[in-house]
T-cell receptor, first 114, second 112 residues
């Protein structure tokens, strides 16, 4: 079975600063990886996904993530955050063979202050 | 517009009562899911269905039931057997393996 660990429950950052939200996964087989964003009292919206190919994945709202197979990581980055990026971010994993559900991490709350 | 509709957005229930949360999708997706979200615990899978008339238990199925009579619909019933039903419930769907899940806007259930 697969699992996801998001290493920080909360990340405070000032506006226009860079940010990295960390995600590590565990799986005995190859995986697909996703990052989602959730604003208060709303559903989840896909930011980006890694299925195959280039390990650097670009998503919406200026976010990008890098897949590192040797370190089993998929960290999310943004070079300059805005107040509007304040939200909860979830990393998710699914296996790339057979049928597999999506497994989510516990989330990281990004708090952007002026 | 295609998407997933959950209703109602807010729901209040008295202890001991069953309640059904609605989830409808017009994306023509085969698979549908129910997740429960509690603060600091991420999303936990309750039930999922890969095809009509078939569904499987997730990690926290006790106290919940589902049906999948139509491809578009996957209602969740929170029964009186669920000890701590107050939570935010999210419905999702996807086309199949290797694809992302699309989410509804959620239903916040409060037991009073």
């Amino acid at each position: 079975a697969q699992s996801v660990t998001q290493l920080d429950s909360q990340v405070p950052v000032f506006e226009e600063a860079p940010v990295e939200l960390r995600c590590n996964y565990s799986s005995s087989v190859s995986v697909y990886l996703f990052w989602y964003v959730q604003y208060p009292n709303q559903g989840l919206q896909l930011l980006l996904k890694y299925l195959s190919g280039s390990t650097l994945v670009k998503g919406i709202n200026g976010f990008e993530a890098e897949f590192n197979k040797s370190q089993t990581s998929f960290h999310l980055r943004k070079p300059s955050v805005h107040i509007s990026d304040t939200a909860e971010y979830f990393c998710a994993v699914t296996l790339n063979s057979g049928y597999s559900t999506l497994t989510f991490g516990k989330g990281t709350m990004l708090l952007v202050s002026p | 517009d295609g998407g997933i509709t959950q209703s109602p957005k807010y729901l209040f229930r008295k202890e001991g009562q069953n309640v059904t949360l609605s989830c409808e999708q017009n994306l023509n997706h085969d698979a549908m899911y129910w997740y429960r979200q509690d603060p600091g615990q991420g999303l936990r899978l309750i039930y999922y269905s890969q095809i009509v008339n078939d569904f499987q238990k997730g990690d926290i199925a006790e106290g919940y039931s589902v049906s999948r009579e139509k491809k578009e619909s996957f209602p969740l019933t929170v029964t009186s057997a669920q000890k701590n039903p107050t939570a935010f419930y999210l419905c999702a769907s996807r086309t199949g393996q290797g694809t992302e899940a699309f989410f509804g806007q959620g239903t916040r259930l409060t037991v009073v």
